[in-house]
């Protein structure tokens, strides 16, 4: 299936349901006064929808794997935020481990995408 628009695309949409979880999870305390931290979550949270959407609309695959690419990298870097905001207390072990959980299989979509991409002949 050729998507018609970023919005048709189960990535994106997977990193809006995790971008609103982000956002729920900041919204509750110990993060909700915790300004820097919840900051940087969302700011990492929103880039992989971004990112994802940014790429797709160049309308050129080697611009939308560039895209990917980042995509994938602020997926791995909210995972990182979440891993040290678990061990100074500011969020729970269950919530990191499925928003780990989510994000690692969201990588390997991103990472699964790329290669296909990457493969493709024009």
């Given at each position: 299936m050729k998507a018609n628009s970023f919005e048709e695309l189960?990535?994106?949409?997977?990193?809006?349901?995790?971008?609103?979880?982000?956002?729920?999870l900041s919204d509750q305390p110990?993060?909700?006064?915790?300004?820097?931290?919840?900051d940087q979550l969302i700011g990492s949270a929103v880039s992989?929808?971004?990112?994802?959407?940014?790429?797709?609309?160049?309308?050129?695959?080697?611009?939308?794997i560039r895209f990917l690419g980042y995509a994938k990298g602020s997926a791995g870097e909210l995972r990182s935020?979440?891993?040290?905001?678990?061990?100074?207390?500011r969020v729970s072990q269950e919530d990191y481990l499925v928003l780990k959980e989510e994000l690692i299989g969201l990588s390997r979509q991103i990472k699964a995408l790329i290669t296909y991409l990457k493969n493709k002949k024009e």
């Open positions: 189960v990535i994106w949409q997977k990193s809006i349901a995790i971008g609103v979880q982000i956002y729920q110990p993060l909700k006064n915790d300004y820097k931290s919840r992989i929808s971004n990112n994802i959407a940014e790429g797709f609309e160049y309308n050129n695959r080697i611009q939308f935020q979440l891993a040290l905001l678990v061990e100074v207390g």
